[in-house]
C-alpha cells in the first residue's frame, strides 16, 4: 500500500504540471471538444508516466574490510528490547487511507440519492432514448446518461431550451467525464489540480451543451435571459450536469467570443516536454555489481529487514586470553584456520557494495573506519558484549545489519536484515550505531552517503585446545582478508602499544592492509611490561610487514 501512495504522489504532481500547461495555453480557446480529449489525454499520461522507468547501468565496486576478533569471555546484563514507534510515512499513508474510504463512501451515497431521486419522479415523454423526469420541489435542471430531470415548475413554464440543453448533455455523453472525474478524486482527493480538472471539465461540458442551443436556432439574447432568470434559487445537484452549473459569466463570455484560430491547437504539443521531464524525473537508475562479489561459505545476505532493535546492554566484564588469526589468500582458496578456545565468542564484519537501486551504494572511493582496520578491531574489541541471556541459552549465529555512512561520516539508518535473538540482535545494533565518524565515501571527489551490509557473528564454542600449540595470549594474523569462523573477541584496555617490524609507532593510520604480512597480538599484561614497559599495560600489537 505505501508504494501505491507513492505512485499517487508522483501521478498527483503530473497532473499539477499538466493542469497549469492547460490553463495558461488551452482554457480561453472555443474548440471545446479538443479541450476535453486533451484533458483526459493528460489525465491518463499523468498515471503511465510515474510507471515508466528510465534504467541506467552502472559498475559497483566491492569494497571490503575484514576484521576478526577472538578469545573473549564476558558476563553482562540483558539487553532491553527497543519499541517500534509509528513513523511519519506510516501516518501519511493512513491519512490518505481515510481520505480515499471517505470520498469513496460520498461517490456511493450520491449515486443512491441520484437514483431514488430519478425513481422518485414521473416520467412524461420518451424520445431518441432521452428519458425525461419531472420531480418535484426546487431542483435545477439536470441530466444523467439517459435521463433529463426538471422540475414541476419548469416543465409547465415551456421548457423547449431547458431539454435542447440537457440533450445536448446526454449526446456529449458528459456524465461519462463527471463519473470518471469523481473516480479521479477520490485517489487525488488531496491534490487541487484534481478538483480543478473537474471544474474545467465541467465548464466544457456547458460550453459544448450552449452551442448545441444556439446552432439550433435559438435566439441568443433570449437563451443569456434564460440562463440569467435560472442562475438563481434553484437547488444544484453536484454529481449531473446542471443547466447552470458552471459560472454564468464565462458561459456568456464564450458565445460571445469569437471562434479561437484552428492553429492553437499545436499548443497541445508543449506538454511532451513536461511529459519528458516527468518521465526523467521517475528515472530510476539500477546498479549492476562487479561479478567477482565476495561470499563467505554458509552466509546469504538477506535483501529485507526482519527487525530493527535497538537497545543497550549494561556493561560487560572482560576475562581471559586472546586469540585471532587472518589470512589474505585463504579466502580466495576456500580454505579455513581454525582457533579453538574455551568460551568463545566471534565477532566478524565485512563490509560490500552490492546490487542495491540506490545509487549511494556505488562509490568511486568507498567509505574507511579511522585509523583503518586496526582501529575498527580495537573499537569492536572494547565495546562488543555478549548478552548474558543469549549465553546462558546458548544462543549463538550470525546478525545482518545493514547501515549508512553519511557523507559527514557519521553513521545512520542501522538495522537488522537478518535476526537471530532479541539479545543478540540489540548488541550488534548498539556496537555499530555508536561507531564514531568514518570517513566518508566519495564520488566524483564530493563525500556521499553509501550503504553498508554487516554480518556480525556470535559464537560460543568450549572444550577445545589451540591449534599448533599456539598459545592462549597471543593472536597470529596473516594478511588481511580471512575470516574464520571459531574466532573471538579481543578486549583491550586503553590503548595499545604498537610495534612495526620491531620498532615502537605511536599511529598506524599510513600503513595500508596489502603491506601486512603478519600480526601478533599480546594480551598478557606481565608478559608485555617485561618486554616492552609500562608503556604496553594495555596489550601489545605486532605488525609485521611484507618484504619488498
Not at 602499544?497 to 603478519?518: A, M, R, T
Request: proline content about 4%; aromatic content about 8%.
Amino acid at each position: 500500500m505505501g508504494i501505491f501512495f507513492i505512485y499517487s504522489v508522483k501521478v498527483a504532481l503530473c497532473l499539477t504540471a499538466f493542469y497549469l500547461l492547460y490553463k495558461l495555453l488551452l482554457s480561453r480557446e472555443t474548440f471545446f471538444g479538443f479541450n476535453r480529449v486533451t484533458l483526459f489525454g493528460m489525465i491518463a499520461a499523468a498515471f503511465v508516466l510515474p510507471l515508466i522507468h528510465l534504467q541506467t547501468t552502472a559498475e559497483a565496486p566491492v569494497t571490503s574490510g575484514f576484521v576478526a576478533i577472538e578469545d573473549f569471555i564476558i558476563t553482562a546484563v540483558a539487553a532491553d528490547a527497543h519499541v517500534p514507534v509509528v513513523t511519519t510515512a506510516q501516518v501519511c499513508l493512513l491519512i490518505y487511507i481515510i481520505g480515499v474510504a471517505f470520498f469513496l463512501g460520498r461517490e456511493v451515497v450520491s449515486l443512491l440519492s441520484l437514483r431514488r431521486l430519478i425513481r422518485s419522479g414521473r416520467e412524461v415523454c420518451r424520445d431518441g432514448g432521452v428519458k425525461v423526469v419531472v420531480v418535484k420541489g426546487e431542483v435545477a435542471p439536470f441530466s444523467w446518461f439517459g435521463n433529463v430531470i426538471i422540475n414541476e415548475k419548469d416543465y409547465a413554464d415551456g421548457s423547449r431550451e431547458i431539454l435542447m440543453h440537457e440533450r445536448a448533455h446526454i449526446a456529449g455523453r458528459h456524465s461519462v467525464d463527471v463519473l470518471l472525474c469523481d473516480l479521479l478524486i477520490i485517489f487525488q482527493w488531496y491534490n487541487p489540480a484534481a478538483w480543478l480538472i473537474k471544474t474545467e471539465l465541467k465548464n466544457l461540458h456547458e460550453f459544448e451543451a450552449d452551442s448545441a442551443v444556439l446552432a439550433g436556432g435559438v435566439n441568443a439574447a433570449e437563451y443569456q435571459m434564460l440562463l440569467i432568470r435560472k442562475a438563481v434559487g434553484d437547488k444544484l445537484f453536484a454529481m449531473a450536469n446542471n443547466l447552470n452549473q458552471s459560472s454564468l459569466k464565462k458561459r456568456i463570455t464564450m458565445m460571445l467570443k469569437k471562434k479561437s484560430n484552428p492553429w492553437s491547437r499545436v499548443r497541445t504539443l508543449l506538454a511532451l516536454p513536461v511529459a519528458a521531464v516527468a518521465v526523467v524525473a521517475f528515472a530510476t537508475p539500477k546498479a549492476e555489481s562487479l561479478s567477482n562479489e565476495i561470499k563467505s561459505e554458509g552466509d546469504a545476505l538477506v535483501n529485507s529487514v526482519v527487525s530493527t532493535v535497538k537497545a543497550t546492554p549494561a556493561n560487560a566484564t572482560a576475562v581471559g586470553k586472546t586469540a585471532m588469526t587472518l589470512s589474505k589468500d585463504t579466502l580466495a582458496s576456500g580454505g579455513r584456520t581454525k582457533s579453538a578456545v574455551s568460551d568463545e565468542l566471534l565477532v566478524v564484519g565485512f563490509s560490500n557494495g552490492g546490487k542495491d537501486d540506490n545509487v549511494y551504494d556505488i562509490t568511486e572511493e568507498p567509505p574507511s573506519f579511522p585509523g583503518g582496520q586496526a582501529a575498527m578491531m580495537t573499537y569492536l574489541a572494547r565495546n562488543i558484549k555478549y548478552p548474558p541471556t543469549a549465553m546462558k541459552n546458548k544462543i549463538e549465529g550470525r546478525v545482518i545489519l545493514q547501515f549508512v555512512v553519511r557523507a559527514d561520516g557519521s553513521i545512520s539508518d542501522t538495522h537488522v536484515m537478518r535476526s537471530i535473538s532479541p539479545e543478540l540482535d540489540a548488541e550488534a545494533v548498539r556496537v555499530i550505531a555508536n561507531m564514531p565518524k568514518w570517513n566518508p565515501g566519495k564520488q566524483d571527489g564530493k563525500p556521499v552517503n553509501v550503504k553498508f551490509t554487516i554480518p556480525v557473528s556470535f559464537k560460543l564454542d568450549a572444550g577445545k585446545t589451540q591449534p599448533d600449540g599456539q598459545k592462549g595470549n597471543v593472536v597470529k594474523i596473516n594478511g588481511k582478508n580471512y575470516v574464520p569462523d571459531d574466532t573471538q573477541a579481543i578486549s583491550l584496555k586503553g590503548s595499545p602499544y604498537y610495534v612495526v617490524d620491531g620498532k615502537h609507532v605511536e599511529d598506524i593510520s599510513n600503513i595500508k592492509p596489502d603491506q601486512v604480512d603478519q600480526i601478533n597480538i599480546y594480551k598478557d599484561a606481565k608478559s608485555t611490561t617485561d618486554k616492552y614497559g609500562d608503556a604496553a599495560k594495555n596489550g601489545v600489537i605486532e605488525i609485521i610487514l611484507k618484504k619488498k
